[in-house]
Antibody, heavy 119, light 110 residues
Framework: QVQLQESGPGLVKPSETLSLTCTVS??????????WNWIRQPPGKGLEWIGY???????NYNSSLKSRVTMSIDTSKNQFSLRLSSVTAADTAVYYC???????????WGQGTLVSVSS | QSVLTQPPSASATPGQRVTISCSGS????????VSWYQQFPGTAPKLLMYNDNQRPSGVPDRFSGSKSGTSASLAISGLQSEDEADYYC???????????FGGGTKLTVL
């Protein structure tokens, strides 16, 4: 059973960079059929897709966040990461990493990690 | 405002059937498979339905999905108290070149 686990600081100051890592177990980020995604959910609100990275390093970001997002993948550690720069309070959310079967569905999710942006 | 439109709330009594709609466009629902996710407070979303009407292993057959044109629906029959949760639809949007979600529907079992 594939499991995903997010890790990273729970508090980030405004204008700084949010950095999160997702560690995958029970499966490989090198799988050619999987896309590795980041999704966030502001408190009390709905889900927003941030972007995905493929094992080759190819990325695709939500156009609304594209200028601030960088994703990377480390196949040796079976991890992938998110960096979101110049954060504001509007970036406060639970951040989920999720494994997607192509562009069909998200079949595994991490438990989520709350990141608050505050001075 | 979400790209996919869902009613913010739905309610029914135990044993009844409830349907949650999800409206999109030709570039989203009209062109790509729809998936549905169930989310309980404080937990991650869980895949409930994929490829419009396929249930993952372990999902009761009380849950069913359908799609017609640019709209999709999730139906829950024989409603149970444990079905009280938030439900989200999602699909790929060819025009946006990204995933889009519905705003979510909070289901209350009266």
């Amino acid at each position: 059973q594939v499991q995903l686990q997010e890790s990273g600081p729970g508090l980030v100051k405004p204008s700084e960079t949010l950095s999160l890592t997702c560690t995958v177990s029970g499966g490989s980020v090198s799988s050619g059929s999987d896309y590795w995604n980041w999704i966030r959910q502001p408190p009390g609100k709905g889900l927003e897709w941030i972007g995905y990275i493929y094992y080759s390093g190819r990325t695709n970001y939500n156009s609304s966040l594209k200028s601030r997002v960088t994703m990377s993948i480390d196949t040796s550690k079976n991890q992938f990461s998110l960096r979101l720069s110049s954060v504001t309070a509007a970036d406060t959310a639970v951040y989920y990493c999720a494994r997607a079967q192509g562009i069909e569905y998200f079949h595994h999710w991490g438990q989520g990690t709350l990141v608050s942006v505050s001075s | 405002q979400s790209v996919l439109t869902q009613p913010p709330s739905a309610s029914a009594t135990p044993g009844q059937r409830v349907t949650i709609s999800c409206s999109g466009s030709s570039s989203s629902i009209g062109s790509n498979p729809v998936s549905w996710y169930q989310q309980f407070p404080g937990t991650a979303p869980k895949l409930l339905m994929y490829n419009d009407n396929q249930r993952p292993s372990g999902v009761p057959d009380r849950f069913s999905g359908s799609k017609s044109g640019t709209s999709a629906s999730l139906a829950i029959s024989g409603l149970q108290s444990e079905d009280e949760a938030d439900y989200y639809c999602a699909t790929w949007d060819d025009s946006l070149n990204g995933w889009v979600f519905g705003g979510g529907t909070k289901l209350t079992v009266l």
